[in-house]
């Protein structure tokens, strides 16, 4: 399957808007705070889907302009090939199982197994590498959240 480049940034763009209203709503079921000026715990959740939003409206902006430019020109612009839809397949049956197992067994044991499959199914087969990247990741994760934020992880 085939499909143009500003296409896919739209539908993209219009998903990723979709998941983070999602996320908004159930950010509202996240603790509040004992200390009336604290901001709370879905504060920083909140902030991230925000911005994600306001990307993604802008990419759905630049999407239009390039089809625009395009047209002017007569020039058929990038275009992507889903050669390998098993791949993608995959990736998502990976993303289903981590989202069911992440809340049963814990965000840290899950999470690293996760990103390597992701990278393994995205055709990374440098396994130093994917190693590095997920200890990297975790650790960031823990120094950030835990231990800055003090947010408690599933």
Do not use: H
């Not at 098993?86 to 999470?111: D, E, K, Q, R, S």
């Amino acid at each position: 399957m085939v499909i143009k480049m500003w296409i896919a940034e739209i539908i993209f763009s219009v998903i990723m808007i979709g998941l983070a209203i999602v996320f908004w709503v159930w950010s509202g079921d996240i603790g509040g705070s004992i200390n009336p000026a604290d901001v709370g715990a879905a504060a920083f959740p909140r902030l991230a889907l925000a911005i994600i939003c306001i990307c993604a409206a802008a990419q759905i902006i630049l999407s239009i302009r390039t089809k625009k430019k395009l047209m002017e020109t007569g020039d058929k612009g990038k275009e992507i090939a889903f050669d390998n839809s098993l791949n993608m397949i995959v990736a998502v049956a990976v993303m289903l199982v981590y989202g069911y197992l992440m809340p049963v067994i814990g965000f840290f044991y899950t999470t690293p197994i996760a990103v390597f499959a992701m990278m393994f199914v995205m055709g990374n087969r440098k396994y130093i590498q994917m190693l590095t990247v997920t200890a990297g990741f975790m650790i960031f994760v823990y120094v950030i959240f835990i231990e800055l934020l003090r947010v408690s992880l599933p």
